[in-house]
Each structure stands twice: as C-alpha cells, then as structure tokens.
C-alpha cells in the first residue's frame, strides 16, 4: 500500500507531452544519479577488496550469459512501446515467450559452462556461469506489465522498481566480499538485484500476466522485434566482441582490467544516453508523424547530451590516471591508457546513441542494423592485429575507430530522416565542444602545481565544471547558444508552469 500510495502522489494525467517527457527524464536523471552513486561507491569497496582476476572472471561469465540473451532478443519490449493502439491483448504472449525463452537460456547456460570455461582457459568460470542461469529466470518471470512505466512515461514508478534491485545488489554484493573476499560476492550480488526486481514488479503494477501463447500476436510483435534482434546482435558483437578477443587472448586478469577501463571512461554514452534515450523513444513514438516536431525535439536532445556528455568525458581523460590510483589502487593503474582511448569512443557513442530512438520511432530500425555492420566490419578487421600487438590498448584503439566511423553514417541519416539542417546539427554540439576543450586544458595545466591526493582531486574537478560553465554561459550570451533558455523550459515543465 506505500508503494502504491508514493506513486499516487505523482500521479497526472492532465500532463501535455512535453511535461511528461521533462518530468518523466527527470526521474529517469535521478534514477541513474542514484545507482552509479551506489554502484560507485561498490565498484570501490570492491575493487579493493577483490582482484582484477576476479573482476575478469565474473565478466567471463556475464559475457557467457549476455551472448546467449542477444541472440534470442525478440524485442518485444520495443515493440510494445512503439504501438499506437492499445497493447493489453498482446501482454500475456509476450509474457510467455519470454518464460520459454528463459527456461531455454537457463538450460543452455548449465550445459555449455564447461565448454565456455575450457574455451578462456579458466575452469573456475564453470560453476559462476551455471548459478548466474537464476538471473535469467528471474528476469523471464517479472510483470510484464512494467512495460507501461516507459511507454507511457511513468518514470517515477520505474525508479522505484529498479532503485530495489541496485539496494539489493549494492547491500548483499559489499556483504558477501567482507566475508568471502571472492568473486562469488559479484555473483550473489546480481542474483539478489533481480530477485527483488521481479518480487517489486508485481508490487508496483497491478496487471497479472497469464500463460497464453497466441503465436499470431507473438509474430506481430516480432515484425517489429526482428529489426531490433538485428540491432541488438550486433551491438552486441560490437560491445562484447572486443571483450571476447581480450579474454581469449590475454587472459581473465586482463579482461579484468580492460572491463573496469570500459566501464569508467564510458559514462557518457552509458549513463547520460541511457536516460534520455529511454525518454526520448516513447516520446518521439508520439511525434512520429509530425515531422517539424520531431525535428526540434531532436535538436534538444542532441544538445542536452553534448552539453552534459563532453565535459564529463574530458574530465574522464585528463583525470584518469588521479582517480585509478586514489580510488581503485595501484594494482589497477595498467588500465589508464586503455580508459584515456575508451573515453573518446564512449564520448562518440553518446553522440550516435541520440540517433537510435528516432530510427525506432519512426518504424526504421532497419538503419540501425545497417550501420552497426559498418561498424562491425571495422572491428572485426582491426582487433586481432591490434590486440596481439598493443594488447587492452590496441582493442581500445579500434573500438574508437568502429565507433567513430559508423558515427558518420548515423549522423547523416538522422539529419535526412527529420529535415534537419547540417549547420544546426553541428550547432547543437560546438559550444560545448569548445566549452570542454578550453576547461580541459586549463585543468592539464593545473595538474603539475596542484598535487594528486584526494583533495586535489576535488578540486581540480570542480574546477573544470565551473570553467565549463562559465565558458557555455558566455557563449550563451554573446552568441545565442540557448542553453539557458532550454534550461528554464525544462525546469518550467518540470514545475509544471
């Protein structure tokens, strides 16, 4: 009865569009603020508690697991959300494909955990991957009706449903590396966050899901699906391929020390894209047919992110080798070249990821699959030869050059599909470009006088933040940038004046 009476309160359904979208990123926002505090402050503790072997062999099996759970997407979800007419008839058949699918994927996980062990040379991966199947069960058996919480932008509730599984994970995670100081607290972490997800999913929404496989609704949906089960494969060979060849090639402490390099300099693409994506795709579903509208909300979006997106990566650069040794320990500083090239390929991808819900919500997820084979094609040319010869620092060279190269062909698609003109696409992006790149070489300066310890840190931090600042208000004021009037409309809508 809280849960239901907390959501209430924000409960309204005079809202227009642009309300929701504003309130509903904003809680979007506060959801992703919240867990990477949580998940900051956990990747430390156990950092230091736990080596980068044991980071490697949980990032072995995950890899395992993720392989099998792309390529058999059936992008249901986005397909759910994309639909104009009500789509209630069609929950029950997704509910039970997806049950299928995760007996499926559970069984497959326990048998071919010795091959995937013998495969990395790690026999220690075998018994993590057979138990890290119950993460699939659980995520096949939750409410299919959280489906609402993104299409009709109820965000507030979203955040309640995944905030308990970040608790869950963050409390048991730290719990179990105290006491067992072993990558099994990686591993009970993940099990108890989606655990409590699929308890809390049935808690926060009242649907109950039935088992009803109605094969010609479940094909309907997949039309649609097919499309993102081609964007998803290849994202995935994409994102994880270079994580295979690593592991492969260099061995679990190195994976250990690529992944924590990736996941630290990709904050951009993967924190602030991840928001407003997740807004943007329902929002733009909505204006699909009007195409000066979608064309202006673009540009804001484009903006908002390279506003937020390129400070955040610069600082990510120039401090990178600070926050490893302050935070991580020395043992992890072989990763800071890595993390310094990563960053600008998560900087890219924050960029192209801007393009991807307007695909989708126009009914062209097709362009999506096109260019990610563009950017697969890179890669998979590029990352034997790099990676035996620069070893985590050549497969972060040639993720930034698949990145960047696909980067082009989405760019241009975007700005045909919505009639947008080229000079206000790259004017959505050069003020904040210039911004970071005068604010990032005056911290570079700054580093040889102030000294590396916590404390400069922090300053040095906030420090380019408030140049940034202070360089995008002037830009606003004598070049009529329009952040600040994008600013105030947002917090407007957000107040609801």
Same mark, same amino acid.
């Given at each position: 009865?809280?849960?239901?009476?907390?959501?209430?309160?924000?409960?309204?359904?005079?809202?227009?569009?642009?309300?929701?979208?504003? =309130?509903?990123?904003?809680?979007?926002?506060?959801?992703?603020?919240?867990?990477?505090?949580?998940?900051?402050?956990?990747?430390?503790?156990?950092?230091?508690?736990?080596?980068?072997?044991?980071?490697?062999?949980?990032? *072995?099996?995950?890899?395992?697991?993720?392989?099998?759970?792309?390529?058999?997407?059936?992008?249901?979800?986005?397909?759910?959300?994309?639909?104009?007419?009500?789509?209630?008839?069609?929950?029950?058949?997704?509910?039970?494909?997806?049950?299928?699918?995760?007996? $499926?994927?559970?069984?497959?996980?326990?048998?071919?955990?010795?091959?995937?062990?013998?495969?990395?040379?790690?026999?220690?991966? /075998?018994?993590?991957?057979?138990?890290?199947?119950?993460?699939?069960?659980?995520?096949?058996?939750?409410?299919?009706?959280?489906?609402?919480?993104?299409?009709? %932008?109820?965000?507030?509730?979203?955040?309640?449903?995944?905030?308990?599984?970040?608790?869950?994970?963050?409390?048991?995670?730290?719990?179990?590396?105290?006491?067992?100081?072993?990558?099994?607290?990686?591993?009970?972490?993940?099990?108890?966050?989606?655990?409590?997800?699929?308890?809390?999913?049935?808690?926060?929404?009242?649907?109950?899901?039935?088992? !009803?496989?109605?094969?010609?609704?479940?094909?309907?949906?997949? =039309?649609?699906?097919?499309?993102?089960?081609?964007?998803?494969?290849?994202?995935?060979?994409?994102?994880?391929?270079?994580?295979?060849?690593?592991?492969?090639?260099?061995?679990?402490?190195?994976?250990?020390?690529?992944?924590?390099?990736? =996941?630290?300099?990709? $904050?951009?693409?993967?924190? #602030?894209?991840?928001?407003?994506?997740?807004?943007?795709?329902?929002?733009?579903?909505?204006?699909?047919?009007?195409?000066? /509208?979608?064309?202006?909300?673009?540009?804001?979006?484009?903006? +908002?992110?390279?506003?937020?997106?390129?400070?955040?990566?610069?600082? *990510?650069?120039?401090?990178?080798?600070?926050?490893?040794? +302050?935070?991580?320990?020395?043992?992890?500083?072989?990763?800071?070249?890595?993390?310094?090239?990563?960053?600008?390929?998560?900087?890219? =991808?924050?960029?192209?990821?801007?393009?991807?819900?307007?695909?989708?919500?126009?009914?062209?997820?097709?362009?999506?699959?096109?260019?990610? *084979?563009?950017?697969?094609?890179?890669?998979?040319?590029? *990352?034997?030869?790099?990676? #035996?010869?620069?070893?985590?620092?050549?497969?972060?060279?040639?993720?930034?050059?698949?990145?960047?190269?696909?980067?082009?062909?989405?760019?241009?698609?975007?700005?045909?599909?919505?009639?947008?003109?080229?000079?206000?696409?790259?004017?959505?992006?050069?003020?904040?470009?210039?911004?970071?790149?005068?604010?990032?070489?005056?911290?570079?300066?700054?580093?040889?006088? !102030?000294?590396?310890?916590?404390?400069?840190?922090?300053?040095?931090?906030?420090?380019? $933040?408030?140049?940034? %600042?202070?360089?995008?208000?002037?830009?606003?004021?004598?070049?009529?940038?329009?952040?600040?009037?994008? +600013? /105030?409309?947002?917090?407007?809508?957000?107040?609801?004046?």
């Amino acid at each position: 009865m809280k849960i239901k009476k907390l959501i209430g309160n924000f409960n309204d359904s005079g809202k227009n569009l642009s309300q929701r979208v504003v =309130r509903g990123g904003f809680w979007v926002f506060l959801l992703r603020i919240t867990q990477q505090l949580f998940n900051f402050v956990r990747l430390v503790i156990l950092a230091r508690i736990l080596s980068p072997n044991d980071f490697g062999l949980m990032g *072995i099996a995950l890899l395992t697991m993720a392989t099998l759970d792309t390529f058999s997407q059936t992008g249901f979800q986005q397909a759910l959300i994309q639909k104009k007419e009500d789509i209630k008839p069609y929950l029950d058949s997704a509910w039970s494909v997806l049950i299928l699918r995760g007996f $499926i994927l559970f069984t497959i996980l326990f048998f071919i955990a010795p091959y995937v062990a013998s495969f990395f040379n790690v026999p220690e991966a /075998k018994p993590i991957i057979q138990v890290i199947g119950f993460a699939v069960l659980f995520q096949a058996f939750t409410n299919i009706g959280v489906v609402y919480f993104q299409k009709e %932008l109820e965000f507030n509730k979203q955040f309640i449903y995944q905030i308990s599984g970040t608790l869950a994970d963050f409390i048991v995670a730290i719990s179990a590396a105290l006491i067992l100081k072993s990558v099994w607290a990686l591993v009970f972490g993940l099990l108890a966050g989606n655990f409590v997800r699929f308890v809390v999913s049935y808690l926060i929404h009242s649907y109950r899901p039935h088992l !009803i496989f109605d094969l010609r609704k479940a094909k309907e949906l997949f =039309r649609f699906g097919k499309w993102v089960l081609g964007s998803s494969i290849l994202v995935f060979l994409l994102t994880q391929g270079d994580d295979i060849f690593v592991g492969k090639l260099l061995g679990a402490t190195a994976l250990g020390f690529y992944q924590m390099a990736y =996941r630290i300099s990709n $904050i951009p693409a993967t924190e #602030i894209t991840h928001v407003i994506s997740q807004v943007t795709f329902p929002a733009y579903s909505k204006l699909q047919d009007n195409i000066p /509208k979608l064309r202006e909300a673009y540009l804001k979006v484009l903006q +908002i992110t390279a506003f937020l997106s390129f400070p955040i990566a610069g600082l *990510i650069f120039v401090l990178a080798p600070d926050f490893t040794k +302050i935070f991580l320990g020395e043992k992890w500083m072989l990763m800071v070249p890595a993390m310094q090239v990563l960053v600008f390929a998560g900087l890219v =991808r924050s960029i192209a990821a801007t393009t991807g819900p307007i695909f989708h919500a126009v009914g062209k997820p097709k362009i999506d699959t096109q260019w990610q *084979i563009v950017r697969l094609s890179v890669l998979a040319a590029l *990352i034997y030869p790099f990676t #035996i010869k620069w070893g985590i620092l050549g497969a972060s060279i040639v993720v930034f050059l698949s990145i960047f190269v696909s980067n082009i062909g989405f760019c241009f698609k975007v700005i045909k599909i919505t009639k947008c003109e080229m000079k206000d696409f790259v004017n959505a992006m050069l003020p904040s470009f210039l911004g970071s790149a005068i604010s990032i070489s005056v911290v570079s300066g700054l580093k040889n006088i !102030i000294n590396s310890e916590i404390w400069g840190f922090i300053i040095l931090s906030c420090m380019e $933040i408030l140049i940034y %600042l202070i360089i995008i208000y002037l830009l606003d004021k004598f070049f009529n940038y329009g952040m600040q009037a994008l +600013i /105030k409309e947002s917090i407007h809508l957000l107040r609801g004046t």
